[in-house]
């Protein structure tokens, strides 16, 4: 079965930065168009952001534009979010997730009905 990792989470200052990564095992990460989403306490899931196969497309939620990026290395099954300038806002478990039915020309997703495999999650703490 396909069985994604995050990793790479931690306690960070406000205005620093981190890099999360979620490795893929069990299918191919090129097949996938690939996405994290974040989770604070007491709150739904929310889209962070998406990258299409082929890395030909990326979307970002408003409150990160211009401070995260996602990348991905498909040779190393490995998908990245880089995180800067980092808010006690962006405090909050961050999934990674796999859209195992894109094709390699679709635009990356923002729906959580958009993805059917899910990483189990690592803490992101940033303090003030």
């Known amino acids: 079965q396909v069985q994604l990792v995050e990793s790479g989470g931690g306690l960070v200052q406000a205005g620093g930065s981190l890099t999360l990564s979620c490795a893929v095992s069990?299918?191919?990460?090129?097949?996938?168009?690939m996405g994290w989403f974040r989770q604070a306490p007491g709150n739904e899931r929310e889209f962070v952001a998406a990258i299409s196969r082929r890395a030909s497309a990326t979307e970002y939620a408003d409150s990160v534009k211009g401070r995260f990026t996602i990348s991905r290395d498909d040779a190393e099954n490995t998908e990245y979010l880089q995180m800067n300038s980092l808010k006690a806002a962006d405090t909050a478990v961050y999934y990674c997730a796999a859209d195992s039915r894109a094709s390699w020309y679709s635009g990356p997703s923002p729906s959580i009905g958009g993805y059917d495999y899910w990483g189990q999650g690592t803490q992101v703490t940033v303090s003030s």
């Open positions: 069990g299918g191919t990460i090129s097949s996938y168009a």
